[in-house]
C-alpha cells in the first residue's frame, strides 16, 4: 500500500510578507534608490550642463553620479545609451567599456570615482552671486 503524497507547502500570508520584504530591501542595497535622470535630448541642452553622462537606467554607478550631481547642484544631462539613438552612437565613437562616461569641463572620467568626481566638481566656475 502506498502512501499519500506530502502536501505541498504554500506561502503563508506572514511567510510571503517576509520575504517580499527582504526582497525589495536587497534591491535597495543592492542597486540603490537613483534620482531621477535629467535627459540631453528633452530636459536639458548639452551645452548648457556642468557634466554630461553616458549611462544606462540600470546602471548602479550611473545612479550613484546622478545623486552627487543632484546632492552637490550640478547642473547635469544623462544620454541613455540603451534608450537614446544619440547615446548609442556616442557610447560607440567613445570605444570605450563600462559606465558611466562622465565629461566635466575638459576632463572625462569612466566609472564611479567620488573622490575625482568632487575634484572636478569644485573645480567648476562658481556662478556669480545673485543668479
Partial sequence: MQSP?????RFTGPI????????????RVLVGTSAPAVMCETDLAPAKADAVMLGAS???YCGDARRLF???????CEYDVEE?????????KSRLQGLPI???GQSMFVGFDRD????A?????????GT
Fill in 70 to 76: 543632484t546632492e552637490k547642484h550640478v547642473s547635469y
Fill in 102 to 104: 562622465i565629461y566635466i
Fill in 16 to 27: 510571503f510578507a517576509l520575504v517580499a520584504s527582504a526582497v525589495i530591501i536587497a534591491h
Fill in 5 to 9: 503524497a506530502p502536501a505541498r507547502r
Fill in 121 to 129: 566638481i569644485q573645480a567648476l566656475p562658481k556662478p556669480p552671486l
Fill in 84 to 92: 537614446s539613438q544619440r547615446g548609442a552612437e556616442l557610447y560607440q
Fill in 116 to 119: 575625482a568626481l568632487m575634484q
Fill in 58 to 60: 540600470w546602471c548602479r
